[in-house]
């Protein structure tokens, strides 16, 4: 009896260090289409704002591949929409886990029929339906539709997802077993310390290169003295498959000192609520100049997401002149290992004492307010991961319409992970009927966005969820439409590319002889009506409705002819 309790407490004690020695079902889900599995994307991929959250399947640079359904189950739910997914099909499985199928040309013909009528009792192209679990039951390897690249695709590929049903956090698929070859342990490209006695924003980490030794990586001499008594660690790695050469991300970092763990950060089980912390765990001003690490040490307002701590903070604290051991372990999915070991020494002759930058600060876990006479911005306790100090200042700027100055409030280079509140209050007065055709301008990096801004006694209000710069404008220009042409007898379709000053179209409807009317809008671009049995042959009234963020309406008709 007391040799199997020792069995079970060492099976226990080895499962948190194994990826593949998880409770997840192996082999039951098939590769959902008909050629090799070959991956583009892994799952934990870093990408902007977010995680990669799910694999990335080659098509063979075609589209129009069989899709198959990975498993028995139900169609549970159906999405399409400009961005993101596509069209996207969910299948709810029996063993309460979710497949998810997205950026698909079509789906097969009795639910795309389905999705159609949907469409026109909602009148809105994109939807996103809920469907009962009789209505479309599949079994493993039914056909579900056809590959594609819609939505927010840079190429033909089937992104594949794996969720938890109940909680539907994404799920790491390659902890599931697929027919994917993996020998390759993890590529480590450099190693990146922090002196966290400060803020990781306000300062360049320091730099070590790494060299490979066998399977060993070590850094040069092998060892380091420090001047801080607190340090981490960010790490930059890629992973390959066997006999593929693209790199992906990789599953998981861990750092341990004098053979105790100190901390870790596992891509396995991650929520679309919080695939936002990404921003955290990358050095987010440091990729702004070009560099890619990833910490292994969370950031003090992005804990509780991908990392497991194992003295509070996951901070390594040199409390003595002893020279200590680091040991670090990169994995991939498949258990693939990379390891790096040197020795790190505090020498206090080495520390060096520094001022705090002039100015506000905000800091994590704390409601922030920033307040000046024509300007303020608010923050909620989640927007910030570190301690910054901010730095404002106010341009001159004669742009068309601008009823304020520019406002320079931090960077692209420092994240925001909820919506800040940016408050601006206009030079002159704007006379009431202009009032509600005012707009917030934020650039950030290469980046514009633009939101309508609500009056409230004197001042105009957006939200925002990234710093840069904030303008004012008054927008009384309404967007433009193309003419489809009066004669429609010989075309297959008609194409809409509505232009705006501030290239934001907030809404597009058609209509034929008053009745809604079908347009696609793949990619948010241009809104597609390919001729079928809602428009017969014969003399027709087409009318285009477009509105733009401030509210400017356009609409347009014409006497057409098919």
């Not at 479309?136 to 819609?150: A, E, N, Q, R, Y």
């Not at 060892?223 to 790695?237: D, E, L, P, Q």
């Not at 980046?447 to 840069?468: D, I, L, P």
Request: neutral net charge.
């Amino acid at each position: 009896m007391m040799k199997k309790r020792l069995l079970v407490i060492f099976i226990v004690f080895l499962l948190p260090f194994f990826p593949n020695a998880q409770s997840y079902p192996q082999n039951y889900f098939r590769h959902p289409l008909d050629i090799p599995m070959q991956l583009v994307a892994n799952f934990g991929e870093i990408r902007t704002n977010h995680w990669h959250m799910g694999l990335d399947i080659r098509t063979q640079q075609r589209v129009n591949l069989t899709v198959r359904a990975a498993a028995d189950g139900y169609i549970s739910r159906v999405a399409v929409e400009p961005g993101g997914f596509g069209q996207a099909i969910y299948i709810n499985h029996p063993n309460g886990y979710t497949t998810v199928y997205a950026h698909m040309n079509s789906f097969f013909p009795a639910l795309a029929s389905y999705v159609k009528q949907q469409q026109y009792e909602q009148e809105s192209w994109k939807v996103n339906l809920i469907l009962p679990a009789n209505l479309f039951p599949v079994k493993k390897g039914d056909v579900i539709g056809l590959s594609g690249s819609t939505g927010a695709s840079e190429g033909p590929h089937v992104h594949f997802e794996i969720r938890d049903t109940q909680t539907e956090n994404c799920l790491n698929p390659l902890l599931f077993k697929f027919p994917i070859a993996d020998a390759v342990p993890p590529v480590l490209t450099r190693l990146a310390m922090y002196d966290r006695n400060k803020s990781t924003w306000e300062q360049t980490p320091q730099l070590l290169s790494l060299r490979k030794t066998g399977s060993l990586y070590t850094i040069p001499g092998n060892s380091i003295r420090v001047g801080s008594n607190k340090i981490s660690f960010a790490v930059g790695a890629i992973d390959q498959f066997s006999g593929m050469t693209n790199p992906n991300g990789i599953y998981s970092a861990k750092i341990s000192m004098d053979g105790k763990p100190v901390s870790e950060f596992v891509l396995d089980d991650i929520s679309y609520n919080d695939t936002r912390y990404m921003n955290a765990q990358l050095d987010y001003p440091y990729k702004s100049k070009g560099g890619s690490v990833q910490h292994i040490t969370p950031l003090p307002g992005a804990r509780d997401v991908a990392y497991n701590t194992f003295n509070g903070d996951g901070i390594i604290y040199l409390n003595d002149n002893a020279s200590h051991q680091v040991a670090i372990e990169v994995k991939d999915a498949n258990g693939n290992t990379s390891k790096i070991q040197f020795s790190v020494q505090y020498d206090e002759s080495l520390r060096r004492l520094y001022n705090l930058p002039n100015g506000e600060r905000f800091l994590p876990n704390n409601v922030n307010i920033f307040e000046r006479d024509n300007f303020e911005l608010f923050t909620t306790e989640k927007t910030i991961y570190d301690t910054i100090t901010v730095r404002f200042f106010e341009t001159d700027n004669k742009a068309a319409n601008a009823v304020s100055p520019v406002f320079n409030f931090l960077s692209a280079a420092i994240p925001s992970h909820d919506f800040v509140t940016v408050r601006i209050k206009p030079t002159g007065t704007i006379p009431a009927e202009w009032r509600d055709k005012v707009v917030i301008k934020n650039v950030s990096g290469t980046r514009t966005y633009v939101e309508k801004a609500e009056w409230q006694n004197g001042w105009y209000t957006a939200k925002f969820r990234q710093f840069g710069t904030y303008q004012l404008f008054i927008d009384k220009e309404p967007p433009t439409i193309n003419a489809p042409g009066t004669d429609l007898s010989k075309a297959t379709r008609i194409v809409f590319t509505p232009q705006d000053n501030f290239n934001t179209i907030k809404s597009f409807r058609a209509e034929l002889d008053g009745q809604w009317l079908l347009f696609t809008n793949d990619k948010g671009k241009t809104w597609i009506y390919s001729f079928d049995e809602h428009f017969p042959r014969g003399n027709h009234e087409l009318k285009i409705t477009v509105e733009d963020a401030a509210g400017n309406v356009t609409t347009k008709s014409w006497n057409v002819t098919r």
